[in-house]
């Protein structure tokens, strides 16, 4: 199955997203669509709109600044982004299964090309509500059923909670 690979990014995310779009180009089934270089604020707009619109829930968004925070920051201001800026592994595996993350955010100050990469992939292997491994491959033990359950109810939650606080 083909995956969509949205990229973006500002002055200081560029080398990074460069690196980032060469790995994913040498994968077979990704396909990039890199939306180009701006501020980190027109960046992360630009990606999570485009988010907004692609109706493939498989695709993923990549944004890339200084630190990740700006963009994601940004981007989580747009209904149905999810967006969270990763700094190792581990983080990426919950953000994905935990939080459903569907925008991951670098930042090229905090972190060399070469764990971008290893970031990126397990983002893009993690499902949600799919039970992460620590590092040795095995279940973090703090999952259970429990977890699951409310994972699985958690995002019709956050819209019937936000609805309500809109008044709709």
């Not at 973006?8 to 180009?25: M, N, R, T, V, Y």
């Not at 992360?44 to 692609?54: D, P, S, T």
Request: glycine share 10%; aromatic share 6%; hydrophobic share 40%.
């Amino acid at each position: 199955m083909s995956r969509t690979v949205y990229l973006a990014c500002d002055g200081f995310g560029k080398p990074l997203q460069d690196a980032i779009e060469e790995h994913l180009a040498s994968l077979d089934h990704i396909q990039v669509k890199n939306l180009g270089s701006d501020t980190y604020y027109d960046a992360a707009a630009k990606l999570a709109q485009q988010m907004q619109k692609e109706e493939d829930t498989n695709a993923i968004g990549v944004l890339f600044c200084g630190t990740g925070m700006g963009v994601g920051i940004v981007a989580n201001k747009f209904k149905g982004v999810r967006a969270a800026t990763c700094e190792n592994t581990m983080a990426a595996k919950c953000a994905r299964a935990v939080n459903n993350a569907n925008v991951l955010c670098l930042g090229k100050l905090v972190t060399p090309p070469d764990t971008a990469v290893e970031i990126i992939d397990v983002f893009m292997k993690q499902g949600f509500v799919e039970h992460p491994a620590d590092e040795e491959g095995g279940k973090v033990g703090w999952w259970s059923e429990d977890v699951e359950t409310f994972l699985k109810s958690s995002m019709d939650g956050v819209e019937n909670v936000e609805n309500q606080a809109l008044g709709k």
